[in-house]
């Protein structure tokens, strides 16, 4: 399995999956419903056991998730490492440090015009939960989403992507072996088994992909009057000013466009890059890539390809479009249907309604935009949708900060990349078109979960004053309780 990165190119599309049959469908939700009460009374032990046991099953499949995703688009297996197992298997650890601490329940004040009374909130979890997962990162987002489900004690059914079909394969025969199907279930299939499973009334949805099918999604919850929390994406840029250390602004922005070959949502879409500093930024990018993929990309086993036929045809016409107006290749530019190979890619002189800039790109090609004002590249910015990422390159502290204070976005790293995704403290997650609510650590166990606001009277108190029947000395009670409580 470990050498297979050197062999053949996989087949252009993989071959379709799988589709659970709808029966089947209702037959697993009625059995994880009938199971939601019991899983959700389960203790902190119990929650921290079946972590532990899947945490176990990863790394036992870790071979056969590494083949898997080789076979589906050609993943190096040091990138499904770094980008698909450690961030599960950190948010399981983590999942498992802190389990205790978000179950517990946590007192809160209680005013004094309630004297008498304390307050806690206590979380319960929401019950039968989707979570539908996306093919760029099939692993990474399927258990990293499930890990704060099953903190959170509901049961759990999964959708993964139908586009990369061996790892989805192998997701299943992991969850079969932790899980009985009765607590969380794989459901393979392509839209008639999204539109199946989403007909029904889950008690939360948790959706990885699109802005567009995520409307999809919100309105079939809203049926329902589900909860969702929606990872959607959009057009992050990067934003390198003239103070920047450009070594390091090549380095990590070209590593977070190329690797999964840029089919990343939190990944940079386009930099605007200071108009002093933008020919030598091309030049030190074009020289990390040669580092990173030494000779031509085409042969560098690190170097992945898109995922099928499809998404590679739609990148390729963005790219011909832009330069048939007028666009400058400046790095790459070339292509090979036969594998889904697209070079890595950097272009100039892109028009502003051109499908790259018009268009969420997924994949390694990079716009380079020069500015001379960064007021100016601020008011682009906020023009647009709010982007899942901004990142900020810069030495000054000043401009950095105003940069934040003045841009809206759903996460930002000031000198790196995409990183923030990684640290399971940090919530994560969009805003309006890029996303709605939070996921990792803490903020996905509370995702999950339902904060049930608890007040216990243990004595009498002042409300007891104030009912009915109203009278003179009632509303003057009311009134210093207004005024003064």
Known sequence: ????????????????????????????????????????????????????????????????????????????????????????????????RHLAGWMADHRVPTPLALLGARSRITYEPKGTVLIISPWNFPVNLTFGPLVSALAAGNTVMIKPSELTPRTSAEIGRIVSGVFPENEV??????????????????????????????KVVMTAAAKHLASVTLELGGKSPSIVDET??????????????????????????????????????????????????????????????????????????????????????????????????????????????????????????????????????????????????????SRDRRKIRHILSRTRAGGSCVNHTAIHFYNPYLPFGGSNNSGIGKGHGRAGFEAFSNARAVLTQYMPGPMELLMMPYNGFKQKLIDLTIRYF
């Not at 050498?3 to 589709?19: D, H, I």
């Not at 299939?189 to 948790?206: M, R």
């Open 185 to 214: 279930a794989v459901i393979e299939g392509g839209v008639a088994t999204s539109t199946a499973l989403l007909e029904l009334p889950f008690n939360h949805i948790f959706f990885t992909g699109s802005p567009a099918v995520g």
């Open 1 to 96: 399995v470990m050498n297979t990165w050197n062999a053949a190119p996989p087949t252009v599309q993989p071959p379709a999956g799988p589709e659970t049959p709808v029966d089947d469908i209702q037959r697993i939700f009625r059995l994880q419903q009938e199971s939601k009460d019991r899983v959700g009374s389960t203790s902190v032990r119990e929650r921290k056991a079946r972590l532990k046991a899947l945490h176990q099953a990863i790394l036992k499949h870790r071979p056969a998730i590494k083949q898997a995703m080789y076979e589906d688009y050609r993943k190096h297996p040091a990138e499904v490492d770094l980008v698909e197992i450690y961030p599960v298997t950190a948010e399981l650890k983590h999942a498992r």
């Open 244 to 393: 920047a250390d450009l070594d390091i602004a090549a380095r990590r922005i070209a590593w977070s466009k190329f690797v999964n070959n840029g089919q990343i949502c939190i990944t940079t879409d386009h930099v605007f890059v200071h108009r002093t500093r933008m020919e030598e930024f091309i030049r030190k990018v074009r020289e990390q890539v040669e580092r990173f993929y030494p000779g031509d990309p085409v042969n560098e086993g690190s170097y992945c390809r898109m995922v099928n036929t499809g998404h590679f045809e739609r990148v390729k016409g963005y790219v011909e479009d832009a330069v048939a107006a007028g666009a400058r290749v400046r790095m790459g530019g070339t292509f090979d249907a036969s594998q889904n190979y697209m070079a890595p890619t950097l272009i100039t002189d892109v028009p502003d309604d051109s499908g790259l800039m018009t268009n969420e790109i997924f994949g390694p090609v990079l716009p380079v935009i020069p500015y001379s004002d960064v007021n100016t590249v601020i008011a682009r910015i906020n023009q647009g949708q709010k982007p899942l990422g901004l990142y900020i390159y």
